[in-house]
T-cell receptor, first 110, second 114 residues
Framework: EDKVVQSPLSLVVHEGDTVTLNCSYE??????LLWYKQEKKAPTFLFML????IEKKSGRLSSILDKKELFSILNITATQTGDSAVYLC??????????FGPGTRLSVLP | DAGITQSPRHKVTETGTPVTLRCHQTENHRYMYWYRQDPGHGLRLIHY???????DKGEVSDGYSVSRSKTEDFLLTLESATSSQTSVYFCAATPAGGNTGELFFGEGSRLTVL
């Protein structure tokens, strides 16, 4: 059974801190790993990763995938209160099936 | 904007009544999905569709059925709603036929079963 695990499940930091969110997975016929940010409503897309070792970057956010060790990390530098959200990791496997982890709830305090 | 709309956005119903949630997309996406989201569980797949009249079960399909008679519409039906089906339901779709790609979401439908 395909599975995605995220850690930590919850994290509280102060503005300016750097955070690292973890995602590990077991999936049949891996195709891609995706990161989403979810505030009050629908998840919004952050990154899609398909190749090991290639960092994706967008502003203060970056992510990398290790297909050998079956994990990915999402880094957020110089956190802001607007980064407070649930961060979801999803893996696309066999049959275009997307499996989600439970999410990491990040709270950034002023 | 991925052109995915869900209706209704909010619904309160009673145990034992049938409920249908509708997902409508305007981008001709081939793959469509219904997820439910509950605290501590992230998003769990209920059913998905890989084309008109082609559907398959997900991880939490018991008590749910789906239909896709047109590319643009994917319906989720709770034949007899139970309190355990109180949840937020998200429809999603992928933009290309069978290719690895981003998953776009609708705004969600909050269902409360009393």
């Amino acid at each position: 059974e395909d599975k995605v695990v995220q850690s930590p499940l919850s994290l509280v930091v102060h503005e300016g801190d750097t955070v690292t969110l973890n995602c590990s997975y077991e999936v049949t016929n891996f195709r891609s790993l995706l990161w989403y940010k979810q505030e009050k409503k629908a998840p919004t897309f952050l990154f899609m990763l398909t190749s090991s070792g290639i960092e994706k970057k967008s502003g203060r956010l970056s992510s990398i995938l290790d297909k050998k060790e079956l994990f990915s990390i999402l880094n957020i530098t110089a956190t802001q209160t607007g980064d407070s959200a649930v961060y979801l990791c999803a893996v696309e496997g066999y049959g275009q099936n997307f499996v989600f982890g439970p999410g990491t709830r990040l709270s950034v305090l002023p | 904007d991925a052109g995915i709309t869900q209706s209704p956005r909010h619904k309160v119903t009673e145990t034992g009544t049938p409920v249908t949630l509708r997902c409508h997309q305007t981008e001709n996406h081939r793959y469509m999905y219904w997820y439910r989201q509950d605290p501590g569980h992230g998003l769990r797949l209920i059913h998905y569709s890989y084309g008109v009249k082609d559907t398959d079960k997900g991880e939490v399909s018991d008590g749910y059925s789906v239909s896709r008679s047109k590319t643009e519409d994917f319906l989720l039906t709770l034949e007899s709603a139970t309190s355990s089906q109180t949840s937020v339901y998200f429809c999603a779709a992928t933009p290309a036929g069978g290719n690895t790609g981003e998953l776009f979401f609708g705004e969600g439908s909050r269902l409360t079963v009393l």
